[in-house]
């Protein structure tokens, strides 16, 4: 569904996004365009959520709106085999093992197509109580098939 970089501090990591569940046009509206020429801008984390109650509550909620939000998989990709491996090192690294150690969620405000209005919310969770049990509940053979994998649950909702 998309590819490019996820950017959080000084640390970057090559992922492709798929499509588990909710609209895909909330992805294809608040993701960056993927461009060949000049090469796809990063979807850089510049904020935090902490992953407390009240919040994912929230979170929860625009979950129920099938058409105000979609869930994606990061999975690492890279150009051969040395490459995925090197990209899951920075993926795990750079955002999983630090997004776990400040009990976080990475935050990213993306505005509508051809806008300056914030329209979208992009919540980048690692591996947590939160994003295992709603991929349980949307995919369970998928959770099950990349438990060993290095993983970021991905949730856009509208604003």
């Known amino acids: 569904m998309w590819q490019g970089l996820l950017a959080l501090k000084n640390d970057q990591a090559a992922v492709q996004m798929h499509f588990v569940s909710g609209s895909p046009r909330i992805a294809h509206a608040s993701l ?92 980048i969770f690692p591996s947590c109580d939160f994003s295992s049990e709603n991929l349980a509940r949307i995919a369970p053979d998928l959770l099950h098939s990349i438990a060993e994998i290095a993983h970021l649950l991905i949730m856009i909702a509208t604003v």
């Not at 960056?32 to 000049?38: A, K, R, T, W």
């Not at 998989?73 to 093992?97: E, K, T």
């Open 32 to 123: 960056p365009p993927v461009m060949s020429e000049g090469g796809t801008p990063p979807v850089r984390i510049a904020q935090r959520m902490r992953l407390e109650q009240a919040q994912l509550e929230g979170v929860a909620r625009k979950m129920q709106m099938v058409e105000e939000h979609c869930i994606l998989l990061a999975l690492p990709c890279g150009r051969d085999h040395m490459d995925v491996l090197q990209q899951s090192n920075n993926l795990r690294n750079g955002f999983i093992n630090y997004l776990q150690s400040k009990q976080a969620a990475g935050i990213v405000n993306s505005n509508a197509p051809g806008s300056q209005q914030p329209a979208y919310v992009i919540h």
